[in-house]
């Protein structure tokens, strides 16, 4: 006999009197319900604190991995990894774990706190093209602090991930993200560059950030452009790393072949880059030929690969300026093959030739590699290092004294195998 039926003949019973009975325990079950949701709105409402941050808010990735130091004992994590290719080729990976969507318990300054993330599966950030994204804390109470008091801690923790290091920007949509863990800073003194050279590009950029009235007072934008141009592996990009570490400074990574770069796009990622960085162009002459050149040979090139234009990168250029000291570098192989329009002065103030390794150079980067050895020994190694090769890159003499790291004597009397 199906249910009804069954409740209907049991209605019918005068045994059961009048099935009303039944129906005044539905009705008061069904009170009861609705009484126990009313009493967890109320109770919510007055005995619950929430809040909520999307992922648009700047401290929303601050939080994530905030959560992750609290919540360690959770079991389901998410990835998010990070992905740059040089233009050399090479590849750069990184994974950084954080928890899951879903709900997360921390136990929390005597307070348990519930964590959940949530993610839209209809929605995405236009600007970054990622789903959109909230975490949402709960807490019993009616105590704010509590809320104020993770938010300084999630700043304070993100801020002592970056201290003495140096964080990488790289352009996501229209904004600027950090990618991977801040890099420990390298020293200056690592990179040896040709004598004088390191000194008088830092001594420049530090006189560039000291002065912002004197450019004011001659209404001058408050910029500088720096262009290092030179054969590969000799320490462009190593120094500018070296020389953002040293400023205190952060680098914002661009890479103008980047097929979704377009005239808007860079123009605004420029205006928005974060405040003390350094932005960073690197292989310019890889997204635009000569304009003497292009047009008939590779029309395409011309426009920039993508629908970035080469007037669009020099008003971008010209653009930049702010009350904050804007510092764009660029790198080249081919300083011949670069536009004069993009050189000129006030878009490349400062051009600095990075070359060969020179006797003293030589000399130098075998006293910093083999700092227990008598001074003689890095003379004797960089004279014969020039003598079987006259042009040799710093990464080939890295990768040379590597091999020979306890064996000073044998990197000198190996040394004409420093190209191999
Ligand atoms: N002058 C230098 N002093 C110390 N190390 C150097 C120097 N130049 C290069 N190196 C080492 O060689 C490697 C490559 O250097 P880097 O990437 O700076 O070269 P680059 O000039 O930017 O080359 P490319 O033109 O290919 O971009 C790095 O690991 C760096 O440590
Ligand atoms: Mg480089």
Same mark, same amino acid.
Request: hydrophobic share 40%.
């Given at each position: 006999?199906?249910?009804?039926?069954?409740?209907?003949?049991?209605?019918?019973?005068?045994?059961? =009197?009048?099935?009303?009975?039944?129906?005044?325990?539905?009705? +008061?079950?069904?009170?009861?319900? /609705?009484?126990?949701?009313?009493?967890?709105?109320?109770?919510?409402?007055?005995?619950?604190?929430?809040?909520?941050?999307?992922?648009?808010? /700047?401290?929303?990735?601050?939080?994530?991995?905030?959560?992750?130091?609290?919540?360690?004992?959770?079991?389901?994590?998410? *990835?998010?990894?990070?992905?740059?290719?040089?233009?050399?080729?090479?590849?750069?990976?990184?994974?950084?774990?954080?928890?899951?969507?879903?709900?997360?318990?921390?136990?929390?300054?005597?307070?348990?706190?519930?964590?959940?993330?949530?993610?839209?599966?209809?929605?995405?950030?236009?600007?970054?093209?990622?789903? !959109?994204?909230?975490?949402?804390?709960?807490?019993?109470?009616?105590?704010?602090? *509590?809320?104020?008091?993770?938010?300084?801690?999630?700043?304070?923790?993100?801020? /002592?991930?970056?201290?003495?290091?140096?964080?990488?920007?790289?352009?996501?949509?229209?904004? !600027?993200?950090?990618?991977?863990?801040?890099?420990?800073?390298?020293?200056?003194?690592?990179?040896?560059?040709?004598?004088?050279?390191?000194?008088?590009?830092?001594?420049?950029?530090?006189?560039?950030?000291?002065?912002?009235?004197?450019?004011?007072?001659?209404?001058?934008?408050?910029?500088? =452009?720096?262009?290092?141009?030179?054969?590969?592996?000799?320490? /462009?990009?190593?120094?500018?790393?070296?020389?953002?570490?040293?400023?205190?400074?952060?680098?914002?990574?661009?890479?103008?072949?980047?097929?979704?770069?377009?005239?808007?796009?860079?123009?605004?990622?420029?205006?928005?880059?974060?405040?003390?960085?350094?932005?960073?162009?690197?292989?310019?002459?890889?997204?635009?030929?000569?304009?003497?050149?292009?047009?008939?040979?590779?029309?395409?090139?011309?426009?920039?690969?993508?629908?970035?234009?080469?007037?669009?990168?020099?008003?971008?250029?010209?653009? *930049?300026?702010?009350?904050?000291?804007?510092?764009?570098?660029?790198?080249?192989?081919?300083?011949?093959?670069?536009?004069?329009?993009?050189?000129?002065?006030?878009?490349?103030?400062?051009?600095?030739?990075?070359?060969?390794?020179?006797?003293?150079?030589?000399?130098?980067?075998?006293?910093?590699?083999?700092? +227990?050895?008598?001074?003689?020994?890095?003379?004797?190694?960089?004279?014969?290092?020039?003598?079987?090769?006259?042009?040799?890159?710093?990464?080939?003499?890295?990768?040379?004294?590597?091999?020979?790291?306890?064996?000073?004597?044998?990197?000198?009397?190996?040394?004409?195998? *420093?190209?191999?």
């Amino acid at each position: 006999m199906p249910l009804s039926d069954f409740l209907g003949a049991l209605k019918d019973n005068p045994y059961f =009197g009048a099935g009303f009975g039944l129906v005044g325990v539905g009705t +008061a079950l069904a009170l009861a319900r /609705k009484g126990a949701q009313v009493g967890m709105i109320f109770f919510r409402r007055n005995y619950m604190i929430t809040l909520e941050v999307p992922s648009r808010d /700047k401290s929303y990735h601050w939080l994530l991995s905030w959560i992750t130091k609290h919540a360690n004992h959770t079991q389901h994590l998410s *990835v998010e990894t990070s992905y740059l290719q040089h233009e050399s080729g090479r590849i750069q990976t990184q994974f950084d774990f954080h928890p899951s969507p879903g709900n997360h318990i921390i136990w929390y300054k005597h307070k348990w706190i519930r964590v959940e993330r949530t993610r839209e599966k209809q929605m995405v950030d236009l600007h970054t093209g990622t789903p !959109w994204e909230s975490v949402t804390f709960t807490a019993l109470g009616r105590d704010r602090e *509590v809320f104020f008091n993770i938010l300084q801690e999630a700043r304070e923790l993100a801020l /002592k991930q970056e201290e003495g290091r140096t964080v990488m920007y790289t352009a996501m949509g229209a904004e !600027w993200r950090p990618f991977g863990f801040p890099r420990r800073r390298r020293p200056l003194s690592s990179v040896v560059l040709d004598q004088g050279v390191g000194e008088r590009i830092v001594d420049d950029v530090k006189e560039f950030i000291g002065h912002p009235k004197w450019y004011t007072d001659r209404g001058i934008p408050y910029r500088r =452009g720096y262009l290092l141009y030179g054969p590969p592996g000799c320490g /462009k990009s190593s120094f500018i790393t070296a020389l953002a570490g040293e400023l205190g400074y952060s680098i914002c990574l661009m890479s103008l072949s980047d097929r979704s770069l377009s005239d808007d796009r860079l123009n605004h990622l420029l205006s928005v880059a974060p405040q003390q960085s350094i932005i960073l162009l690197e292989d310019v002459d890889a997204a635009f030929v000569s304009r003497d050149l292009l047009p008939t040979e590779n029309p395409q090139a011309y426009q920039g690969m993508g629908r970035l234009t080469f007037s669009g990168l020099l008003n971008a250029l010209d653009g *930049v300026a702010s009350s904050e000291a804007r510092i764009v570098f660029m790198t080249t192989n081919f300083i011949d093959r670069l536009d004069p329009a993009l050189i000129r002065p006030g878009r490349v103030d400062v051009k600095q030739y990075v070359g060969h390794c020179t006797h003293w150079q030589l000399a130098q980067m075998f006293r910093r590699f083999y700092p +227990a050895e008598p001074a003689g020994e890095g003379e004797r190694f960089s004279q014969r290092a020039l003598e079987v090769h006259p042009e040799i890159s710093a990464a080939q003499v890295q990768g040379h004294f590597m091999l020979y790291k306890l064996d000073p004597a044998g990197s000198i009397d190996h040394v004409s195998k *420093v190209k191999d």
